[in-house]
T-cell receptor, first 112, second 108 residues
Framework: KAGVTQTPRYLIKTRGQQVTLSCSPI?????VSWYQQTPGQGLQFLFE???????NKGNFPGRFSGRQFSNSRSEMNVSTLELGDSALYLC???????????FGQGTRLTVV | KNEVEQSPQNLTAQEGEFITINCSYS?????LHWLQQHPGGGIVSLFM???GKKKHGRLIATINIQEKHSSLHITASHPRDSAVYIC??????????FGQGTRLTINP
């Protein structure tokens, strides 16, 4: 079956703009979580959605938001982009609680 | 103090060597993930374990819940094992906490 698909793979944006990233989970997986990876901070948890509800949120400013649709696809939005938002954004899907996470290839965002 | 600490941060070895990467944590967890990340960013889940030991091919993962410690071992290491290995804690409600990763380089 198809894996986790993230689009786009690469993105260049200007400071102050906003961006929307997309994640399609493995079919049947209802949990989607998002992570930011930077060289300095490593992998950090952004938020997690299950059945269209945000269940958990990391320590990121309100400029970072997300949502999940009824087909479990998820989007992440970052508004008023800052240079420090340049990172690899990864999403992972799971079948349920305490089950294995499957990661997408990530979206590499560069803010200039 | 970080909730999860990995060691070593960098490891270089020769092909064929036995590799051990350690992960120590200070919080209660429901499970622990070992992840592998190759250059280019893609992350692959190697193991998820909550007790004991798991083996897959040349990879072995162990966890000691009482000591809050897990290890990832690679037997007969190969250059294709070169990657960053990340330990991740699962703390209920799907929250993940990540170690800083161990960069492994296997030279031929």
């Amino acid at each position: 079956k198809a894996g986790v698909t993230q689009t786009p793979r690469y993105l260049i944006k200007t400071r102050g703009q906003q961006v929307t990233l997309s994640c399609s989970p493995i079919s049947g997986h209802r949990s989607v979580s998002w992570y930011q990876q930077t060289p300095g901070q490593g992998l950090q948890f952004l938020f997690e959605y299950f059945s269209e509800t945000q269940r958990n949120k990391g320590n990121f400013p309100g400029r970072f938001s997300g949502r999940q649709f009824s087909n479990s696809r998820s989007e992440m939005n970052v508004s008023t982009l800052e240079l420090g938002d340049s990172a690899l954004y990864l999403c992972a899907s799971r079948l349920g609680v305490d089950t294995e996470a499957f990661f997408g290839q990530g979206t590499r965002l560069t803010v200039v | 103090k970080n909730e999860v600490e990995q060691s070593p941060q960098n490891l270089t070895a020769q092909e064929g060597e036995f590799i051990t990467i350690n992960c120590s944590y200070s919080v209660g967890i429901s499970a622990l993930h070992w992840l592998q990340q190759h250059p280019g960013g893609g992350i692959v889940s190697l193991f998820m374990l909550s007790s004991g030991k798991k083996k897959h091919g040349r990879l072995i993962a162990t966890i000691n819940i009482q000591e809050k410690h897990s290890s990832l071992h690679i037997t007969a290491s190969h250059p294709r094992d070169s990657a960053v290995y990340i330990c991740s804690l699962i703390q209920g409600a799907q929250k993940l906490v990540f170690g800083q990763g161990t960069r492994l380089t296997i030279n031929p």
